[in-house]
């Protein structure tokens, strides 16, 4: 017996693998090992299903085995519970297929396969417009459409090249690489291009701490927001008293003026508090931006602070003390607000350019290990740099 489970608390965070399976010789009585976490599999946290389709004990050709379960991969319960999809395995569940098919791309929740006749397959599932249950679907077909329909469900990744390793970013839409100066960077359309960090890792939080985020980005567009990173959540406009711990960096062309704005933000569980720069810097130039909480205020610093021609740096005070990150799973935007893609009909709050080198440290840094990143320092603060995302190939 081959057993698939959906793998939960306490491992949602800190791992993005979300099954686990086994096996059992004595009709699961006892396991012939302990769980241990499937490779390969990309999904959410959902209860999935199992499907025999061929067996070579039965005289079939093959062997083979279907599971179906949502193929979006991510620590939340709701908003990653999308795209459910069926995927194969033909070793016995050692291994499985990154390409499947697809049987819903919205919201889907829990998810049961049943052989129908002997070539016909048939899916019920939860399924609703704003939430992944709510209703039930079923769909039913050959396997020869659910094998002409097949497409890949990995989604690349950009590789976390900082020390602490493993907090890769999952790429979205249609991005690709372009260029910066001699080097690498990521281009983003704006439609439905953006990154996520799923990781959920504990190093992610930055909790009552000081921080500092930094990035690269160039765009021109003359009206925003556009986000350039936006960690964790977002607030819930139907419950405007509700503190959503966050922190962003986000450019607002044609907020004030013809320059626009540059903002820093935190929310905490005490409050929120911004800092902002005068200008969305929307002329189609490379600019660097570092955002940092630091000893009772908010700065960013541009273009590596005024030390160097044409930087800046902007400061507010802040008195927050409570914790700007959650206490249960999150995801890192890159390039896109947090409620993408079920925004609002007329919000499009995501970038459109390029982007480069985004960083997060678990400490304020000085100027001068700012103007080092500028520079292109990789080693900056050591064990304390816990993102780089250097997008110079997809993996």
């Known amino acids: 017996m081959y057993v698939n489970a959906r793998s939960s608390e306490p491992d949602r965070c800190g791992n993005t693998r979300h099954r686990l399976h086994t096996t059992s010789t004595d009709g699961g009585a006892t396991f012939a090992a302990p769980f241990t976490h499937v490779d390969g599999l990309d999904t959410s946290h959902t209860y999935g299903s199992l499907l025999r389709l061929t067996a070579k004990d039965r005289g079939d050709a093959d062997n083979r085995l279907l599971y179906s379960g949502p193929a979006r991969l991510g620590p939340n319960p709701l908003e990653d519970r999308r795209e459910l999809a069926i995927r194969s395995s033909v070793d016995e569940g ?59 469900l990995r989604r690349p990744r950009i590789l976390d090249e900082s020390p602490a390793k493993g907090n890769d970013a999952l790429v979205e839409g249609g991005a690709v690489i372009g260029s910066r100066g001699s080097g690498k960077a990521i281009e983003l359309d704006g439609q439905d291009d953006y990154l996520r960090v799923v990781s959920c890792a504990e190093n992610l939080r930055v909790k009552n701490d000081d921080f500092t985020v930094t990035a690269w980005f160039r765009h021109t567009d003359v009206t925003g927001p556009r986000p350039v990173i936006w960690a964790y959540g977002m607030p819930d406009p139907t419950k405007p008293n509700v503190r959503v711990p966050q922190f962003s960096v986000v450019a607002e062309p ?49 273009d590596g602070g005024p030390q160097l021609p044409g930087g ?60 080092d990143i500028k520079a292109g320092t990789l080693d900056v603060a050591g064990d304390l740099q816990h993102l780089r995302l250097g997008f110079t190939e997809f993996k």
Do not use: C
């Open 94 to 152: 050692r291994t499985w297929q990154t390409v499947g098919t697809v049987v819903s791309a919205g919201r889907t929740g829990y998810s049961d396969l049943a052989l129908v006749t002997k070539d016909r397959i048939g899916v019920l599932y939860e399924t609703a417009d704003k939430i992944p249950h709510g209703n039930l679907a079923f769909k039913s077909f050959t396997t020869g459409a659910m094998d002409a329909a097949r497409t890949e």
């Open 312 to 371: 800046a740096e902007f400061t507010a005070p802040h008195a927050l003390v409570g914790h700007a990150s959650p206490t249960g799973q999150f995801t890192i935007h890159i390039g896109a607000r947090p409620d993408f893609p079920n925004q609002s009909a007329g919000v499009n709050q995501l970038f459109r350019g390029g982007l480069d080198d985004v960083r997060l440290f678990g400490k304020a840094l000085t100027e001068a290990q700012v103007r």
């Open 254 to 302: 044609g907020a004030t003026g013809s320059k626009g704005l540059l903002k820093g933000r935190i929310e905490t569980t005490d409050g929120i508090a911004e800092v902002t720069a005068d200008s969305a810097y929307a002329d189609g130039k490379w600019h660097h931006v570092a955002f940092q909480r630091t000893a009772g205020k908010l700065v960013l610093l541009v």
